[in-house]
């Protein structure tokens, strides 16, 4: 009978539709990313309105003089820490997930730790320490002479090299998931082929993970094509450069606003090619599989796994952390106080409840996506992720420009029917610091979750219906087990990125509201490098405690 229910269903309908009303709960389901679209569009609507705007002047300047450049190293920046970061989190993916060799479990964790670094802090130590005046160089010259050649650190290669590095975890992360969740039946049929492992792991382990390697990656380029601090502090011109630029300098905002809204754009179209290209592949597993048996490393194989584990984290983590420390000591007895408890909780605090309220939010994204495949339905759960590809500050005055509105309507309203003007109602006040959070990282917290969701087969979705379940029951009851490896992880990334956001925190933060990141931002601002350092570490430690809890449950 159930079978019977199921092919009864409309093509593209929804799996439950059967048993629910119009005005039950799918018609709520079926409204509800709209809902959701909406809020977090409407910054994005904000700036790409810009366009209404003419900015002839600027555009002209920019196209006779920048834009060409500005194109291409966008182009090229993204292309590099593209392959970069797939190349270095599969491959360690594979080797922490599937291979035994020294110091593995070790490196299984602490290979997350680059992610609690922001990458422009990575980029000034990097700078500090390997520019043509940093102590490297000038050791060098010392030791071999000053005809010694050393790659130009302030260049492309260098923001390259330091946002693959503070990247790769985001595909690290999703690719050891799938690899370790994924059954060793796949990989005995392929042998029994005549495969051998690499074979297997090419055409059957990689193309099964899929999914999982595509959301790491998307979430990386988007966090390179809206970064801005890596590629100031390298004075290396991209998208977001110009964005501050004319806005900052050439005081155009709607130039600036019409640049992101071009950002926006290239996320769209990569988000649409990316799930296009797998619209019609399913990645579930058989409940039969199970973890399959490491794979034992003997000899130089093993060692050359070690040293590879071990040069990524050294670059990553530990040589960034040990130079904050140094700089730390040296200013810790005048700078630490009393304030930095309040910036510590304040970023505690935001960073708690933008996860819980982003992942929330994405959870009922992916599954009413999955229910109604409709186009338009597709359409607005994708549109939702759009905002992690436009600049925290262009974001921040995108959510800016409607609540300003919004208070002032209130204001009118409040002086007309009161006979007092009241104060300001919406801005400064939290509620607008949460709204540019969820917009802007809405896509780290679904992709995770949109992973999660593959393993969920269309079979268990019509047994629920075939026992009378609705859609509410059968999120709570069948699928949020099956989900929690995926909502786990995309509670940590979005925390862990909310704690190393600055612009958004900066623009639309209540008075007195100071973060880490601001506290950061103060000091760099000044060049007050040292002192920097200090909340930076303060971030770093954060960000480790979850990142840490966040491997063990994927181990186990």
């Not at 980029?123 to 490297?136: A, E, R, S």
Request: aromatic share 12%.
């Amino acid at each position: 009978m159930a079978g019977n229910a199921v092919s009864a269903a409309p093509p593209g309908g929804p799996i439950f539709g059967k048993r629910q009303s119009p005005a039950g709960s799918g018609g709520a389901w079926r409204f509800l990313p709209f809902v959701v679209a909406a809020v977090v569009l409407l910054p994005v609507a904000v700036v790409v309105s810009s366009f209404l705007t003419p900015a002839g002047d600027v555009w002209r300047h920019l196209v006779e003089t920048t834009l060409a450049d500005l194109v291409a190293n966008t182009f090229w920046l993204a292309l590099g820490v593209g392959l970069g970061t797939v190349v270095l989190g599969v491959s360690l993916a594979w080797l922490t997930a599937v291979c035994e060799f020294p110091g593995r479990r070790v490196f299984a964790w602490s290979l997350l730790l680059p992610l609690a670094i922001p990458a422009y802090v990575t980029g000034f130590v990097f700078i500090g320490l390997f520019d043509f005046t940093g102590p490297v160089q000038t050791q060098l010259r010392e030791w071999i002479g000053s005809g010694v050649w050393f790659p130009k650190v302030r260049g492309r290669l260098g923001v390259v090299l330091v946002m693959t590095l503070a990247l790769f975890p985001y595909v690290y992360l999703l690719a050891r998931n799938a690899f370790l969740t994924q059954g060793k039946r796949a990989l005995e049929a392929a042998q029994s082929l005549g495969l051998n492992r690499v074979q297997g792991f090419f055409r059957v382990a990689l193309p099964m993970a899929r999914p999982w390697i595509a959301g790491g990656l998307s979430l990386a380029l988007m966090e390179t094509l809206a970064d801005f601090g890596t590629v100031a502090v390298f004075n290396y011109d991209t998208f977001t450069t110009a964005i501050y630029k004319a806005w900052f300098a050439l005081f155009s905002l709607p130039a600036a606003a019409q640049l992101a809204s071009i950002l926006i754009l290239i996320a769209f179209a990569l988000l649409i090619a990316e799930q296009q290209s797998r619209s019609r592949m399913r990645y579930a597993e058989g409940r039969g599989g199970a973890r399959m048996d490491r794979i034992r490393l003997t000899g130089i194989r093993a060692w050359l796994a070690f040293a590879l584990c071990l040069g990524v984290l050294v670059l990553g983590f530990l040589l960034p952390v040990a130079q904050l420390l140094w700089w730390a000591l040296g200013v810790a007895a005048r700078d630490l106080d009393a304030r930095y408890f309040g910036f510590f909780w304040h970023s505690l605090l935001l960073s708690g409840i933008a996860a819980a309220v982003t992942v929330g939010l994405a959870l009922l994204l992916s599954y009413a996506g999955r229910h109604f495949p409709d186009p338009w339905t597709r359409f607005a759960v994708r549109a939702s992720t759009l905002g992690y590809a436009v600049p925290g500050a262009v974001l921040a005055v995108g959510i800016f420009i409607p609540i300003a509105w919004v208070d002032s309507w209130l204001v009118a309203a409040g002086e007309l029917l009161l006979g007092t003007k009241p104060g300001l109602v919406v801005q400064g006040t939290l509620l607008a610091m949460l709204v540019a959070y969820v917009a802007r990282f809405m896509a780290v917290g679904f992709n995770p979750i949109e992973s999660a969701m593959q393993r969920v087969t269309r079979s268990m979705d019509e047994a629920a219906r075939s026992l009378g379940l609705s859609l509410g029951h059968a999120l709570l009851r069948v699928h949020l087990p099956i989900l929690r490896g995926g909502l786990i992880t995309g509670a940590m990334l979005v925390f862990v990125d909310v704690m190393k956001e600055m612009p958004i925190t900066l623009m639309t933060r209540p008075f007195g509201w100071d973060t880490l990141a601001v506290r950061i931002f103060e000091m760099t601002s000044e060049g007050e490098w040292e002192r920097a350092a200090l909340p930076s570490i303060a971030v770093v430690m954060a960000g480790l405690v979850p990142l840490i809890l966040l491997t063990r449950h994927a181990e186990k």
